[in-house]
T-cell receptor, first 113, second 113 residues
Framework: GNSVTQMEGPVTLSEEAFLTINCTYT??????LFWYVQYPGEGLQLLLK?????DKGSNKGFEATYRKETTSFHLEKGSVQVSDSAVYFC????????????FGAGTRLAVHP | DVKVTQSSRYLVKRTGEKVFLECVQD?????MFWYRQDPGLGLRLIYF???????EKGDIPEGYSVSREKKERFSLILESASTNQTSMYLC????????????FGPGTRLTVT
């Protein structure tokens, strides 16, 4: 069935550094792909999504491109801020599951001034 | 703004107690979910409900049950709490047609001693 693998954290960066968080997936067909973010003390919230191959999702300066050749959906940001410190989750629907999501293990990002 | 609220942020219970976790959403969402979040394991789906009185087991339903008597409320029940159920519990809701866009509550950190 469908599955997702994220790079392990924590990722520690200085403010204004470039961010990449790797996410690769295994899937039947081409399901939509998602990035969620969890800020300290809060629930998850949808950050961005891509619904078909070669789509680029973007929000709040973050971007991710749906690459079917490499089965990847890496999250990037050109210049991180301290306020981006959070846990980031890659997600996709399970095989045949139209309302549910499978989440990766999460990658913790810590940005220091 | 969509609001998903959970009855407690922190809860401490003893082994063998019956525990109720409540979740309420105000967006008239058909779908509601209960997840548990553990370090290194990401989010794992416990139960899913797609309508009042309808439920479906997720990946780890053992030791849990759920109740959905009203559309806005979804309860998770630990019939006899055990120490391995110490975890963060997250509730979420969504419309069935908005694939992948789930709205999360802030979570309940449950400790079973």
């Amino acid at each position: 069935g469908n599955s997702v693998t994220q790079m392990e954290g924590p990722v520690t960066l200085s403010e204004e550094a470039f961010l990449t968080i790797n996410c690769t997936y295994t899937a039947t067909g081409y399901p939509s792909l998602f990035w969620y973010v969890q800020y300290p003390g809060e629930g998850l919230q949808l950050l961005l999504k891509a619904t078909k191959a070669d789509d680029k999702g973007s929000n709040k300066g973050f971007e991710a491109t749906y690459r079917k050749e490499t089965t990847s959906f890496h999250l990037e940001k050109g210049s991180v801020q301290v306020s981006d410190s959070a846990v980031y989750f890659c997600a996709l629907p399970p095989t045949g599951g139209y309302n549910k999501l499978i989440f990766g293990a999460g990658t913790r990002l810590a940005v220091h001034p | 703004d969509v609001k998903v609220t959970q009855s407690s942020r922190y809860l401490v219970k003893r082994t063998g107690e019956k525990v109720f976790l409540e979740c309420v959403q105000d967006m008239d969402h058909e779908n509601m979910f209960w997840y548990r979040q553990d370090p290194g394991l990401g989010l794992r789906l416990i139960y899913f409900s797609y309508d009042v009185k309808m439920k479906e087991k997720g990946d780890i339903p053992e030791g849990y049950s759920v109740s959905r008597e009203k559309k806005e409320r979804f309860s998770l029940i630990l019939e006899s709490a055990s120490t391995n159920q110490t975890s963060m519990y997250l509730c979420a809701s969504s419309f069935p047609e908005e694939l992948g866009e789930q709205y999360f509550g802030p979570g309940t950190r449950l400790t079973v001693t």
